[in-house]
């Protein structure tokens, strides 16, 4: 029944009306030209002339013979015309299926998830989320010892969890080997403060890039990047935003992010880069989830939201491990405290 309501939905559509222009036009035009146009005899002589079928249709003489040959042929196309109607039907209903089919069918099977960044704020979230949903995650941290301390509590009653030493500055044969065979990788790196004037650079830009190569190499099917609002601030006119100058005070790192974020779009895997506004461990912003395009949302006081609750971040970035409408798209991600919409929405931009 849905499936029925959905197709006549779309029957109804401009898309499915336009198609269905050319078979109507190929009936009428004809009998409009017809009656407007030159003299019968005219018409007659162009019947002579004329060898095929739709100009016989356009211009049959009224004597009785003639008259059954543009029944039997009117017939026909009518005939003709439903065939095509139940065709056309046929056929948009089969590619509602298929669409949907794509769309449910998960283009990529995630049972095994390599996080890096597993002891930061984020990435710890992420490693239990997806321990909870029964997902085996290998956890990339610079510091093992820490990890292992961090994210102790993670296995109890989830799916297991393995610590790997894994530094995204590392080159990219080393990082393959820590990401090892998994299915989808998870970017929740971000610089920490150091005296290496180069730090920003080396983990938001460098890094991220490394570890986008290295994720090929390992041949997963899915990598989510957690990113920032204003990234390409400069490009849409945000250059002054003052959010913007303030972030990118240090070290440059939207414009480090900008660059990793363009890396991982051109690389030819299927990604999801999550535009992260202020992030927060209040729960007050883990909820009313406002979910935005690339380049819409700029940190500002009139917008839906700014900050977002790093519980629903994590879980944003695990949806999109698993829904199709994720793939291959940016999306600007901030918390409003209003009721969530339904998960099967989150991509819907
Ligand atoms: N703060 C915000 O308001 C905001 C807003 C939007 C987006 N973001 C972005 O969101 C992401 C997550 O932020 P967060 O606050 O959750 O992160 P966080 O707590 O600062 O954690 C950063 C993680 O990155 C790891 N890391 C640093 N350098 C690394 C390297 N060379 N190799 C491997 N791992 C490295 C850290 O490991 P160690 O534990 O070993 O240091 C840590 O696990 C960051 O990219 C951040 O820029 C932040």
């Given at each position: ?230 990234t390409n ?21 939207l414009d480090?992010k900008k660059q990793?974020e ?88």
């Open positions: 029944m849905a499936m029925a309501s959905s197709t006549r939905a779309f029957m109804a559509t401009k898309t499915f009306q336009d198609a269905r222009v050319p078979l109507v036009e190929k009936r009428k035009s004809p009998r409009r030209r017809r009656v407007r146009g030159a003299s019968h005899r005219a018409t007659q002589d162009a019947s002579r002339r004329s060898t095929d079928v739709e100009a016989q249709v356009r211009v049959s003489p009224k004597d009785g013979a003639s008259w059954n040959r543009r029944t039997w042929m009117h017939a026909s196309l009518v005939a003709w015309c439903v065939g095509c109607h139940v065709w056309a039907t046929e056929s948009v209903a089969e590619e509602l299926t298929t669409k949907q089919m794509e769309e449910e069918t998960p283009t990529c099977q995630v049972k095994r998830v390599f996080v890096a960044g597993s002891t930061g704020q984020s990435g710890q979230r992420i490693v239990r989320q997806l321990q909870q949903r029964g997902i085996q995650v290998r956890a990339g941290a610079r510091n093992v010892k820490k990890a292992n301390q961090i994210l102790s509590n993670a296995t109890e009653g989830g799916a297991g969890v393995e610590v790997v030493q894994a530094d995204v500055t590392w080159d990219v044969e080393r990082l393959r080997q820590a990401i090892g065979e998994v299915d989808a990788v998870v970017c929740a790196t971000g610089f920490r403060p150091s005296p290496d004037i180069n730090g920003v650079f080396k983990v938001e830009n460098l890094g991220t890039k490394n570890l986008v190569d290295a994720s090929k190499a390992a041949g997963v099917c899915k990598f989510v990047l957690i990113s920032s609002l204003l601030a400069p490009a849409v006119g945000q250059k002054d935003n003052p959010n913007y100058k303030f972030l990118n005070y240090f070290g440059g790192v480090q990793a363009d890396c991982l779009r051109a690389s030819g895997l299927n990604y999801t880069i999550v535009r992260a506004g202020g992030l927060t461990n209040d729960p007050s912003y883990s909820s009313g989830l406002y979910v935005s395009p690339e380049d819409t949302l700029f940190g500002l006081e009139q917008e839906p939201g700014r900050e977002i609750c790093r519980d629903l971040l994590a879980s944003i970035c695990i949806e999109a491990l698993f829904q199709n409408k994720a793939t291959n798209k940016v999306v600007e991600v901030v918390a409003t405290g209003n009721a969530d919409p339904p998960k099967q929405k989150w991509f819907d931009v």
